[in-house]
């Protein structure tokens, strides 16, 4: 089982900038890809960025330039620093983790969501 503590959401005016964190902890083999998610009212939970255990990073179109994953493997964390923020990235932000369990079964683990809120 992984839990994933999430912190770092808030309510920044546009071209702020925030900082997500997440880290994951309980009892697993290891930590494969981490990411953020995020989720408008109304509309689907997209793929902000994520990040491999070795260090590979994927960005949606719109966070391109802007957003910044990076994580911690010592520590079983993940943090996205975000630049320049739009009134359109206010969303409910997911930490998303694949957990590799002692019997090497993966599944995907979620966080419980920060609130980002970017005023115009």
């Known amino acids: 089982q992984v839990q994933l503590v999430e912190s770092g959401g808030g309510l920044v005016q546009a071209g702020g900038s925030l900082r997500l964190s997440c880290a994951a902890s309980?009892?697993?083999?290891?930590?494969?890809?981490m990411g953020w998610y995020r989720q408008a009212p109304g509309k689907q939970r997209e793929l902000v960025a994520s990040?491999?255990?070795?260090?590979?990073?994927d960005y949606a179109d719109s966070v391109k330039g802007r957003f910044s994953i990076s994580r911690d493997n010592t520590k079983n964390t993940v943090s996205l620093q975000m630049n320049s923020l739009k009134p359109e990235d206010t969303a409910v932000y997911y930490c998303k983790a694949e957990g590799l369990s002692w019997t090497r079964r993966s599944r995907d683990y979620w966080g419980q969501g920060t609130q980002v809120t970017v005023s115009s």
């Open positions: 309980g009892s697993f083999l290891s930590i494969n890809a």
């Open positions: 990040v491999t255990s070795g260090g590979s990073t």
